[in-house]
Nanobody
Framework: QVQVVESGGGWVQSGGSLRLSCAASGYTFSLLCMGWFRQAPGKAREGVASIRRDGVIDYADSVKGRFAISQDKVKNTLYLQMNSVKPEDTAVYYC???????????????????WGQGTQVIVSS
């Protein structure tokens, strides 16, 4: 059973930066497809970024060029570097994990079975 715990959320001004972290345990980290999702008030949860076991990354169009997903396989930790944030980035951000083959990691909610509790990000204008 994979456990993931997010941290690093908070308040940030528009145009600023924030880095989220996700610590994974209970499974061999290098065998996991990992992803970040977010849910804004009154909206459905949406994919933000995912990273395959072979390192290939996928981003939602809304964050391309501003956010960067990365991982530290020694620390078993996933990151989301958020730059040039906008008020519309305000949401609860969730980390997700799924044991997977090397090239499988779709940025879809239904592809993941292990979820964190979420961390709130608030961007003020």
């Amino acid at each position: 059973q994979v456990q993931v715990v997010e941290s690093g959320g908070g308040w940030v001004q528009s145009g600023g930066s924030l880095r989220l972290s996700c610590a994974a345990s209970g499974y061999t980290f290098s065998l996991l497809c990992m992803g970040w999702f977010r849910q804004a008030p009154g909206k459905a949860r949406e994919g933000v970024a995912s990273i395959r076991r072979d390192g290939v990354i996928d981003y939602a169009d809304s964050v391309k060029g501003r956010f960067a997903i990365s991982q530290d396989k020694v620390k078993n930790t996933l990151y989301l570097q958020m730059n040039s944030v906008k008020p519309e980035d305000t949401a609860v951000y969730y980390c997700a994990a799924q044991p997977a083959t090397r090239t499988w990691c779709p940025l879809r909610e239904e592809a993941f079975t292990s979820w964190g509790q979420g961390t709130q990000v608030i961007v003020s204008s």
